[in-house]
């Protein structure tokens, strides 16, 4: 057998009382893309910084290529030629990609030389691997696609053999993600060693030949993914069975909750996002809006929530609602029964900073059964926050735990268990299951569906067409502030909405 | 208003911008590193009176300036260790030296010299003399370029053209230098040095060390060479309006040193004409006197423009979990 380009031997790393990674062993042959797939949380990250000299292990021992390898810092890892592209990359926006790659690499005090030896040698990477960026770009003004190649050759113009990427895809269009797919393979066949973290199954199984599976900060198996399959993946993951698809009853269709006529609204830089639609939500279904992101469905979403203004007529349950001024903003709409999970929980569902108890108020805070008198009634909060933590199984399951200490997923339960819990007629859901991990998508769209089965009318909108495909009970497709066209989801495909998110009337061409 | 009116008023411009432009650039250095500094004032007080104090017991305006230099060091490191290794808040421990230094220079020139909280006047010797350019005076008598020559240009001190140097200077170290370059990017985004291997700590450390020796030279300016001997609070607010000056120039070099002359042309106008009759209308000294202050408000309120700081000012670094 080859001698593996990095072996760890029982690494070991606590933070406080949290043990990230509990005794871990792996070994990595070189040549190959190694996949490493756990939940948020499972200590996938952590394992990763410690080999990039970020954190410093417990206990255990680094070998790189047959070598043992103190790394105590970055320098190091470099040095042992380990290259990483963080989840959220190290990146200085308003520098241009030639500095941002010789940052920390230059050759010496005086910039110039550095820059024309960087220039000449991107060229070369991009023609031995097909990573072609404007040197002279600045990084702000590149999409998140063009920042992530500049990662890579950071990393590359370091001379690394070995590429760590954190959850590469997050960030990315699926068009864009497969493009670094293919990065990926001709870097693997030019003899580079890559490690995959992603808790995306998909992924795993298109592009690893390795699969190492981690769960609470241990790892439980590592399997030839040719070997494998996504759903026993998930159950390796997760530690139970999982439903990768929702199991849910055929609709009960009732009458319009929501209905929508001749919609417009403009955004704050007078440019027209919805150009008059018109839909219909009826009880007990679940309406998905596909559409690639920007094409009008957030702020759709935003004036139904309240949070814009907009132009034309909305009905719940047969009567008007205020588009703009008074009875118009989000709190008279959630006291006409609709509720909202936003789209962007970080910045509008949670507060991130505060208390699980005191972000499981938010909205609702003027609930008279939350006041005593002109006091909070803050310990009848806390215990209705507590009976949410469990019903919607929020883990840690700790109410004094601050929003930004909980996992993707669990702050997206938070959210949901707000909203949902309030029993609304209308639920406002904006991308339930963005950065969520497998177990947690699995419990928020059972939530989604079970809240649909009480004859409750949804309308969900997200950019995965997967999601859209397991909950909808109707589609409808936006393009450009346009309703591009309704189907049904047994009577379409990934292929036909692909072609009306892009704008093209398969019927009408 | 005659020419050499004009040119008596943009000399004095140039003195006074001095300690303005040292502080803005020490300024500059500081929170282009991502450690904001609102201790210039403290800085530069300290070293005033040390520099002083040290310049009339020695006789030497030499000994004066590294004393002054050593002194603001001093606070500068303290302001490191509070926010760099401490990770406190930048704000409150630039506050905290301004008090020490506004406190520390009474009670100690007091205690050494018992003039009242000043340090004896200064003379020769203990003061930075003026240095005048070969010809100037008799050159003087050319129209126009002569007095630009002989009053404006020549007769000035060491630390005038040094500071003035200083801006051609510290555009190149930032944006020609491997210095430069890590030092604009611990500003922006600190992850980013850290993950290319380069010490985040060792950055902002040597950044605050510069701000520190501008700073200590900006103060032995005021006390040595502005004027003779150190008085209680001499810095007046110059803390504050380089800090200004440092938003109005969007942290870049050039711009701080016009932005810096400005100031200073407010400054000398107040000097020189002490009530302004506007056809009937006096504005009366005091309105003159605020100018400054009032233009440091105006510009801090962001009526000027936005300007957009170092992104990681003010933050410390953490490595994120």
Same mark, same amino acid.
């Given at each position: 057998m080859t001698v593996p380009a990095i072996e760890l031997k029982g690494i070991s790393k606590?933070?406080?009382?949290?043990?990230?990674?509990?005794?871990?062993?792996?070994?990595?042959?070189?040549?190959?893309?190694?996949?490493?797939?756990?939940?948020?949380?499972?200590?996938?990250?952590?394992?990763?910084?410690?080999?990039?000299?970020?954190?410093?292990?417990?206990?255990?021992?680094?070998?790189?290529?047959?070598?043992? *390898?103190?790394?105590?810092?970055?320098?190091?890892?470099?040095?042992?030629?380990?290259?990483?592209?963080?989840?959220?990359?190290?990146?200085?926006?308003?520098?241009?990609?030639?500095?941002?790659?010789?940052?920390?690499?230059?050759?010496?005090?005086?910039?110039?030389?550095? +820059?024309?030896?960087?220039?000449?040698?991107?060229?070369?990477?991009?023609?031995?691997?097909?990573?072609?960026?404007?040197?002279?770009?600045?990084?702000?003004?590149?999409?998140?696609?063009?920042?992530?190649? %500049?990662?890579?050759?950071?990393? !590359?113009?370091?001379?690394?053999?070995?590429?760590?990427?954190?959850?590469?895809?997050?960030?990315?269009?699926?068009?864009?993600?497969?493009?670094?797919?293919?990065?990926?393979?001709?870097?693997?066949?030019?003899?580079?060693?890559?490690? !995959?973290?992603?808790?995306?199954?998909?992924?795993?199984?298109?592009?690893?030949?390795?699969?190492?599976?981690?769960?609470?900060?241990?790892?439980?198996?590592?399997?030839?993914?040719?070997?494998?399959?996504?759903?026993? +993946?998930?159950? !390796?993951?997760?530690? @139970?069975?999982?439903?990768?698809? &929702?199991?849910?009853?055929?609709?009960?269709?009732?009458?319009?909750?929501?209905?929508?006529?001749?919609?417009?609204? *403009?955004?704050?830089?007078?440019?027209?996002?919805?150009?008059?639609?018109?839909?219909? %939500?009826?009880?007990?279904?679940?309406?998905?809006?596909?559409?690639?992101?920007?094409?009008?469905?957030?702020?759709?979403?935003?004036?139904?929530?309240?949070?814009?203004?907009?132009?034309?007529?909305?009905?719940?349950?047969?009567?008007?609602?205020? +588009?703009?001024?008074?009875?118009?903003?989000?709190?008279?709409?959630?006291?006409?029964?609709?509720?909202? #999970?936003?789209?962007?929980?970080? @910045?509008?569902?949670?507060?991130?900073?505060?208390?699980?108890?005191?972000?499981?108020?938010?909205?609702?805070?003027?609930?008279?059964?939350?006041?005593?008198?002109?006091?909070?009634?803050?310990?009848?909060?806390?215990?209705? *926050?507590?009976?949410?933590?469990?019903?919607?199984? &929020? @883990?840690?399951?700790?109410?004094?735990?601050?929003?930004?200490?909980?996992?993707?997923?669990?702050?997206?339960?938070? #959210? =949901?268990?707000?909203?949902?819990?309030?029993?609304?007629?209308? !639920?406002?859901?904006?991308?339930?299951?963005?950065?969520?991990?497998?177990?947690?998508?699995?419990?928020?769209?059972?939530?989604?569906?079970?809240?649909?089965?009480?004859?409750?009318?949804?309308?969900?909108?997200? =950019?995965?067409?997967?999601?859209?495909?397991?909950?909808?009970?109707?589609?409808?497709?936006?393009?450009?502030?346009?309703?591009?066209?309704? @189907?049904?989801?047994?009577?379409?495909?990934?292929?036909? +909405?692909?072609?009306?998110?892009?704008? &093209?009337?398969?019927?009408?061409? | 208003m005659d020419f050499l009116t004009i040119i008596q008023v943009l000399d004095s411009t140039v003195r006074l911008a001095t300690p303005l432009l040292l502080a803005c650039l020490a300024g500059l250095y500081s929170e282009r590193a991502g450690i904001f500094d609102i201790g210039l004032e403290g800085k530069m007080l300290m070293a005033a009176f040390f520099s002083a104090a040290v310049a009339a017991v020695s006789g030497s305006v030499w000994l004066g300036l590294l004393a002054g230099i050593a002194s603001s060091l001093v606070l500068s490191g303290l302001h490191g260790l509070a926010s760099i290794t401490f990770r406190g808040n930048q704000l409150i421990s630039g506050v905290a030296i301004n008090f020490l230094a506004a406190g520390m220079t009474v009670l100690i020139a007091q205690d050494w010299f018992k003039q009242g909280g000043r340090t004896p006047s200064l003379f020769a010797g203990g003061r930075f003399e003026p240095i005048n350019f070969p010809f100037a005076e008799a050159l003087s008598g050319v129209p126009i370029l002569g007095p630009i020559y002989s009053e404006l240009l020549s007769g000035h001190s060491i630390l005038v053209y040094l500071a003035f140097l200083a801006v051609p200077g510290t555009w190149w170290v930032l944006y020609r230098t491997r210095f430069g370059l890590r030092l604009r990017a611990v500003g922006e985004n600190p992850a980013a040095v850290d993950t290319a291997g380069v010490s985040v700590v060792g950055l902002r450390y040597a950044a605050v060390a510069i701000c520190g020796v501008l700073c200590g030279i900006a103060g032995a300016y005021l006390a040595t060479a502005l004027q003779a001997g150190f008085v209680k609070d001499m810095t007046a607010g110059r803390g504050f309006i380089a800090l200004a000056a440092l938003i109005f120039a969007k942290w870049r070099p050039w711009q701080a040193m016009w932005a810096c002359l400005l100031f200073g042309l407010l400054q000398a106008i107040a000097l020189r004409f002490q009530n302004i009759d506007l056809g009937g209308v006096v504005i009366p000294v005091q309105v003159m006197d605020a100018l400054p202050y009032i233009l440091t408000v105006v510009i801090l309120a962001g009526f000027v423009g936005k300007a957009i700081p170092p992104r990681a000012g003010g933050e410390p670094y953490v490595k994120e979990r």
């Amino acid at each position: 057998m080859t001698v593996p380009a990095i072996e760890l031997k029982g690494i070991s790393k606590s933070f406080g009382p949290v043990q990230a990674n509990k005794d871990i062993s792996i070994s990595v042959a070189p040549g190959t893309i190694h996949g490493i797939i756990g939940e948020n949380g499972a200590g996938k990250s952590t394992l990763m910084s410690i080999l990039y000299g970020f954190y410093k292990a417990d206990k255990g021992e680094i070998w790189i290529n047959g070598a043992k *390898t103190e790394i105590p810092d970055s320098q190091a890892a470099i040095a042992a030629g380990i290259g990483m592209v963080f989840q959220h990359f190290k990146l200085v926006e308003n520098f241009t990609v030639l500095e941002n790659i010789i940052l920390g690499a230059e050759d010496g005090g005086l910039l110039k030389p550095s +820059l024309a030896k960087a220039r000449k040698t991107l060229k070369e990477l991009a023609t031995e691997y097909e990573l072609n960026v404007d040197p002279d770009a600045v990084i702000e003004e590149i999409g998140v696609g063009m920042q992530q190649r %500049v990662e890579i050759l950071k990393a !590359l113009y370091r001379q690394a053999d070995i590429l760590i990427l954190d959850e590469p895809t997050g960030v990315l269009t699926p068009a864009e993600a497969d493009q670094l797919f293919r990065i990926l393979h001709r870097l693997k066949d030019e003899g580079k060693t890559i490690i !995959l973290i992603t808790h995306k199954l998909r992924e795993i199984m298109e592009a690893t030949d390795t699969v190492s599976v981690m769960r609470r900060g241990q790892m439980t198996a590592t399997v030839k993914t040719s070997e494998t399959n996504p759903q026993h +993946l998930a159950e !390796l993951m997760v530690g @139970r069975k999982v439903l990768l698809q &929702v199991d849910k009853v055929p609709a009960k269709v009732g009458a319009p909750v929501l209905e929508i006529e001749n919609l417009h609204v *403009t955004d704050e830089k007078g440019v027209e996002r919805v150009k008059g639609i018109n839909l219909e %939500v009826r009880a007990g279904e679940i309406l998905g809006i596909a559409g690639v992101a920007g094409n009008g469905q957030s702020e759709l979403l935003e004036v139904l929530g309240g949070m814009r203004p907009g132009t034309g007529s909305i009905r719940l349950n047969g009567s008007p609602l205020a +588009l703009s001024g008074a009875g118009s903003d989000a709190r008279a709409r959630r006291d006409q029964h609709i509720a909202h #999970v936003p789209e962007d929980r970080q @910045r509008e569902g949670l507060i991130m900073d505060f208390h699980a108890w005191e972000n499981v108020a938010f909205g609702y805070h003027h609930d008279p059964a939350y006041q005593s008198g002109i006091f909070m009634n803050n310990a009848a909060l806390r215990a209705d *926050t507590e009976r949410k933590i469990e019903k919607f199984d &929020v @883990r840690p399951a700790d109410g004094w735990l601050a929003a930004k200490n909980f996992s993707g997923g669990n702050q997206q339960k938070i #959210v =949901v268990a707000r909203e949902i819990e309030r029993n609304p007629d209308l !639920l406002l859901v904006g991308q339930p299951t963005r950065g969520v991990d497998i177990g947690a998508i699995e419990f928020i769209h059972q939530q989604i569906v079970a809240l649909r089965d009480q004859g409750k009318a949804v309308l969900l909108v997200s =950019v995965e067409l997967e999601e859209i495909f397991s909950l909808s009970d109707r589609i409808a497709v936006m393009f450009d502030g346009h309703i591009m066209g309704e @189907r049904l989801p047994h009577e379409t495909d990934e292929k036909e +909405l692909g072609l009306l998110m892009a704008g &093209v009337d398969g019927k009408a061409a | 208003m005659d020419f050499l009116t004009i040119i008596q008023v943009l000399d004095s411009t140039v003195r006074l911008a001095t300690p303005l432009l040292l502080a803005c650039l020490a300024g500059l250095y500081s929170e282009r590193a991502g450690i904001f500094d609102i201790g210039l004032e403290g800085k530069m007080l300290m070293a005033a009176f040390f520099s002083a104090a040290v310049a009339a017991v020695s006789g030497s305006v030499w000994l004066g300036l590294l004393a002054g230099i050593a002194s603001s060091l001093v606070l500068s490191g303290l302001h490191g260790l509070a926010s760099i290794t401490f990770r406190g808040n930048q704000l409150i421990s630039g506050v905290a030296i301004n008090f020490l230094a506004a406190g520390m220079t009474v009670l100690i020139a007091q205690d050494w010299f018992k003039q009242g909280g000043r340090t004896p006047s200064l003379f020769a010797g203990g003061r930075f003399e003026p240095i005048n350019f070969p010809f100037a005076e008799a050159l003087s008598g050319v129209p126009i370029l002569g007095p630009i020559y002989s009053e404006l240009l020549s007769g000035h001190s060491i630390l005038v053209y040094l500071a003035f140097l200083a801006v051609p200077g510290t555009w190149w170290v930032l944006y020609r230098t491997r210095f430069g370059l890590r030092l604009r990017a611990v500003g922006e985004n600190p992850a980013a040095v850290d993950t290319a291997g380069v010490s985040v700590v060792g950055l902002r450390y040597a950044a605050v060390a510069i701000c520190g020796v501008l700073c200590g030279i900006a103060g032995a300016y005021l006390a040595t060479a502005l004027q003779a001997g150190f008085v209680k609070d001499m810095t007046a607010g110059r803390g504050f309006i380089a800090l200004a000056a440092l938003i109005f120039a969007k942290w870049r070099p050039w711009q701080a040193m016009w932005a810096c002359l400005l100031f200073g042309l407010l400054q000398a106008i107040a000097l020189r004409f002490q009530n302004i009759d506007l056809g009937g209308v006096v504005i009366p000294v005091q309105v003159m006197d605020a100018l400054p202050y009032i233009l440091t408000v105006v510009i801090l309120a962001g009526f000027v423009g936005k300007a957009i700081p170092p992104r990681a000012g003010g933050e410390p670094y953490v490595k994120e979990r």
